[in-house]
């Protein structure tokens, strides 16, 4: 029984490669302009009756075929499985880092808003008028007794005199 | 009949143990098919925790954008006594810090409770030295704080907020759906140690802040008639009072002081008493300073001029009462100005003859006697304005010279400000802005009441005022403000007992505006029972100051166009 030139041998078509890699399953006929294709009766086996609904496990005995002929091949697309994970892994791994790092910097944020409300608060507190009044005491301001409003040199426009109890709380 | 027997005990252990799986297959139904959904809520509610996000309440700030009111997250120190093991030992470290007595420290700790409270709001760096101490079953919720950065400035006008943050008195009651916020939630899945698992389940829904209200309360000037308030009353042994400063075209409220006063930032130690807004909470007898209106409603009726010359005797007899001037003194020629710039109760009440107890009652309620003002203050009366067909044959008169009736200061200062805006009304406002959570200012319109005295009457009843601070027969000299035209009224009523008939005391007021030919601040003054009684010589004065300060400090214009000087800001009296 001879068998179907493999791709390597026949250094055939892609389309030579596809029908090594998925066997007929009937008859085939000659491919015209394409000699060395040709189907020469009596060296393919019968086509085996293929079990009815059973396309998957055609689809099994196809890459079994397929890795058995490739090894490669499965070690390429075990590579691509494990680096996928892998990748899978890290992501999860910097998403976790993320995650962390945002919590730290929420954390921060409301401590930094709670910072500054206080110093709102302390700059609300200092610039209360009682204790600028203090503070202007502590530096030994004195609020003015007799206020005279001229106008040019002689022209009088207004007077404040301290009323009595006035004088003493300044 | 052995084999036999091995076959039965085979078939039997068989039976049996497909009886066992079958209910353990069963029972495995039931938890994963049937009860699938009990069971997932439970597990879930194992590792998952959701925290309420508390709002910060937004914060109340004067007319230049300072803080009068900010809320700031403080650390409530708690504990689980079942997971103490030592209460003695936590007690001796944690009640230095907490300045809590050892002993009552311990007996919080010791027992089987779950959760007790041990310090509420305390300072940060506090609640950090608690943490440090890592100790077991001693735990830190952040709790929100409110502080008043000025103390007692405006207190009353504030007021202040209970232990679960809501508002309890004031524009914290009045405001506080809007000051509050609305809460977020933050759901994390956690481990049995209660860490946070960072790619578990997790969804945060942010607080939203409440809103921020900008008054219209000039911190300076509230300053400036708190102290001179309190000055009055330390004087004149007053049992307290209040002063207001209005701006007359807007309805503004720039100060609204009360004495007593409090610190809400220690409001457990305070006087409920000095809590109490006196300027739109309590009522009294206008007394004199209600000749305004009785005055504005003979003008606007033409039931006299300010000129007509009409004979005043010191007494008048209506019915079984007699009324009688503030001083005796002979049948006297008066025109209406002066019967007004003297304050004649005989003149005044003569004139209120001729107008009619309709006319009057309808004139008293156009100036906002018996209405509240709008402002919207909890507590806030009405006043008190008798129908007239509930009038005695006595009431004409006495009404008519402000006894009778009663009213808030408030409602006085707005009736004053309504002749000061040229007869118009203008509804008082305490808040100029809100500030919502993204920022945005949203500005309050002033709103506009009815025209109720011509701009005519209004400019003749401003020049008979004049006189009262500047007039040869005028009662209110001493609310004159040097360099001011200055248009007012005083006012000495008696004061009725409470719980009896009759009268006990006296409430002294001026109200008045400035400058006369173009008003830009009402000033209202009321004394509770000073020594001497004559608003003239007590509440006058206390105007004077707080209008002169006031008028420079918003750089009005004083006669002849010039404009004085800033002012200085004054001392409290000393104790």
């Not at chain 2, 009441?449 to 005519?456: E, H, M, N, S, T």
Request: with cysteine.
């Amino acid at each position: 029984m001879a068998a179907l030139p493999s791709p390597r041998d026949s250094g055939g078509t892609p389309h030579a490669r596809r029908e090594h890699a998925f066997p007929p399953t009937g008859p085939r006929t000659a491919v015209p302009g394409r000699p060395g294709l040709s189907v020469v009766p009596g060296a393919v086996p019968a086509p085996r009756p293929r079990p009815s609904g059973s396309a998957a496990a055609g689809y099994r005995s196809r890459f079994k075929a397929s890795f058995k002929s490739n090894p490669a091949r499965v070690t390429a697309a075990l590579l691509v499985v494990f680096a996928v994970v892998f990748g899978l892994v890290l992501l999860n791994i910097y998403v976790a880092q993320n995650s962390f790092h945002l919590s730290d910097l929420q954390r921060r944020a409301a401590a930094l808003q709670t910072e500054q409300r206080r110093l709102r608060y302390e700059v609300a507190r200092a610039e209360s008028p009682e204790n600028v009044v203090e503070m202007g005491a502590s530096l030994g301001l004195v609020a003015p007794g007799n206020q005279k409003f001229l106008e040019g040199p002689s022209v009088l426009v207004s007077e404040r005199t301290p009323i009595e109890g006035e004088e003493s709380s300044r | 009949m052995t084999k036999v027997r091995s076959t039965l005990r085979l078939l039997t252990l068989m039976c049996l143990m497909l009886a066992g799986s079958g209910v353990v297959a069963g029972r495995l139904f039931w938890l994963q098919v049937m009860d699938s959904s009990r069971m997932s809520a439970m597990a879930a509610e194992q590792r998952i925790r959701t925290l309420t996000l508390p709002a910060n309440r937004g914060s109340i700030l004067a007319s230049d954008g300072t803080e009068l009111a900010i809320s700031m997250e403080t650390k409530t120190v708690y504990a689980s006594p079942r997971e103490i093991e030592d209460p003695a030992g936590a007690a001796q470290v944690l009640a230095p810090i907490l300045a809590i007595d050892t002993g009552k420290l311990q007996a919080k700790l010791t027992g089987d409770s779950g959760f007790v409270y041990i310090a509420r709001r305390q300072d940060p760096e506090i609640g950090d030295q608690v943490a440090a101490l890592k100790l077991p079953g001693i735990g830190l919720l952040p709790e929100p704080k409110r502080f008043y950065p000025s103390g007692p400035l405006a207190a009353q006008v504030l007021g202040f907020v209970g232990d679960e943050n809501k508002g309890l008195a004031g524009l914290e009651t009045t405001y506080d759906a809007l000051l509050t916020g609305r809460p977020g939630k933050a759901v994390t899945e956690r481990d049995p140690a209660g860490r946070v698992i960072p790619v578990g389940e997790s969804s945060v829904q942010e607080a939203v802040e409440g809103n921020d209200l900008i008054l219209t309360i000039d911190k300076q000037i509230q300053y400036e008639a708190e102290v001179a308030l309190a000055r009055a009353v330390v004087r004149w042994q007053a049992n307290g009072g209040t002063a207001i400063v209005i701006d007359p075209r807007t309805g503004n409220i720039l100060a609204m002081a009360n004495n007593p006063t409090f610190d809400p930032n220690l409001l457990s130690s305070s006087d409920s008493a000095a809590r109490r807004n006196r300027a739109v909470v309590d009522i009294m007898e206008p007394g004199s300073v209600s000749k305004m209106v009785t005055a504005a409603a003979a003008l606007e009726t033409n039931v006299t001029t300010p000129t007509e010359v009409m004979r005043v005797d010191d007494k008048l007899r209506i019915g079984a009462k007699t009324f009688s001037d503030s001083h005796p003194h002979p049948i006297e020629s008066m025109t209406f100005s002066q019967i007004i710039q003297s304050s004649s109760n005989v003149g005044t009440i003569k004139v209120a003859e001729r107008l009619g107890k309709q006319s009057l009652y309808d004139y008293l309620g156009k100036f906002g006697y018996g209405r509240k003002t709008g402002l919207d203050f909890p507590g806030e009366s009405a006043g008190i304005l008798p129908k007239p067909d509930k009038w005695w044959q006595t009431s004409l008169g006495t009404i008519a010279i402000g006894q009778g009736v009663a009213v808030t200061p408030l409602q006085m200062a707005r009736a004053y400000a309504t002749l000061a805006n040229g007869g118009v009304e203008m509804e008082p406002n305490l808040v100029l802005a809100t500030v919502d959570a993204s920022g945005e200012r949203h500005d309050t319109k002033p709103v506009q009441g009815p025209r109720v005295i011509d701009a005519d009457t209004a400019e003749t009843l401003t020049e008979m005022l004049v006189g009262v601070t500047g007039g040869e027969d005028g009662t209110g000299h001493a609310a004159a403000v040097p360099g001011y035209r200055v248009a007012g009224k005083t006012g000495t009523a008696q004061k009725p007992r409470i719980g009896a008939a009759g009268y006990s005391g006296y409430m002294s007021s001026f109200v008045g505006f400035a400058p006369a030919d173009d008003p830009r601040l009402v000033v209202a003054v009321v004394l509770d029972d000073p020594q001497p009684f004559l608003a003239g010589e007590t509440a006058a004065i206390t105007f004077r100051e707080i209008m002169e300060f006031s008028l420079r400090r918003l750089g009005a214009e004083a006669a002849g166009g010039r404009i004085l000087p800033g002012p200085a800001l004054a001392a409290p009296p000393s104790e």
